[in-house]
T-cell receptor, first 114, second 115 residues
Framework: DTGVSQDPRHKITKRGQNVTFRCDPISEHNRLYWYRQTLGQGPEFLTYFQNEAQLEKSRLLSDRFSAERPKGSFSTLEIQRTEQGDSAMYLC????????????FGQGTRLTVV | AQKVTQAQTEISVVEKEDVTLDCVYETRDTTYYLFWYKQPPSGELVFLIRRNSFDEQNEISGRYSWNFQKSTSSFNFTITASQVVDSAVYFCALSEGGGFQKLVFGTGTRLLVSP
């Protein structure tokens, strides 16, 4: 399978714990995006990487959130001191260079904070 | 500010009926892109179509067709002869011409096609 891969698919954690999600983009894609989707809503943009550089962060990404993309390959999204409001589906997408290239999404990581 | 409105929260149809999903957008840019994505129960967003702001030609792909009208800021999606497999949540999205795909999504329309 050469699509966008996310791990884990599901994560249940206790409030206050740290969690880390991984995204492996399509291999030739240099752009990688993280989105968050809460129940009944559309995905909301969190952050964007071009190669290893993080070029934009949404105000939704509080100080408890950090994302990395070492060497411009896979990416990780870490949430520290999780809160119940962090419960959501976290979606990763990748695209190739070009203004109009579409983003391909992974199946997401569903986070439940109890 | 960019905004995408999908006023229809949920639509139920019987198989073989035609159905249109509405999408209205707001943007101040003259260069932008519009998208439709399908989200089946598995959760993965599946790309359906991309349209740039300079191309108002309608498009047909099999049972799917799209009507883009800049005059009304709408980008509607029609499924002809719907099938049970079309049941999913459909999202309309907008990206301004900023050089990367920062998508602004609508809240989605859940389509339920019953046999």
């Amino acid at each position: 399978d050469t699509g966008v891969s996310q791990d884990p698919r599901h994560k249940i954690t206790k409030r206050g714990q740290n969690v880390t999600f991984r995204c492996d983009p399509i291999s030739e894609h240099n752009r990688l995006y993280w989105y968050r989707q809460t129940l009944g809503q559309g995905p909301e943009f969190l952050t964007y990487f071009q190669n290893e550089a993080q070029l934009e962060k949404s105000r939704l990404l509080s100080d408890r959130f950090s994302a990395e993309r070492p060497k411009g390959s896979f990416s990780t999204l870490e949430i520290q001191r999780t809160e119940q409001g962090d419960s959501a589906m976290y979606l990763c997408a990748s695209s190739s260079r070009g203004l109009s290239s579409e983003a391909f999404f992974g199946q997401g990581t569903r986070l439940t904070v109890v | 500010a960019q905004k995408v409105t999908q006023a229809q929260t949920e639509i139920s149809v019987v198989e073989k009926e035609d159905v249109t999903l509405d999408c209205v957008y707001e943007t101040r840019d003259t260069t932008y892109y519009l998208f439709w994505y399908k989200q089946p129960p598995s959760g993965e967003l599946v790309f359906l179509i991309r349209r740039n702001s300079f191309d108002e030609q309608n498009e047909i792909s099999g049972r799917y067709s799209w009507n883009f009208q800049k005059s009304t800021s709408s980008f509607n999606f029609t499924i002809t002869a719907s099938q049970v497999v079309d049941s999913a949540v459909y999202f309309c999205a907008l990206s301004e011409g900023g050089g990367f795909q920062k998508l602004v999504f609508g809240t989605g329309t859940r389509l339920l096609v019953s046999p």
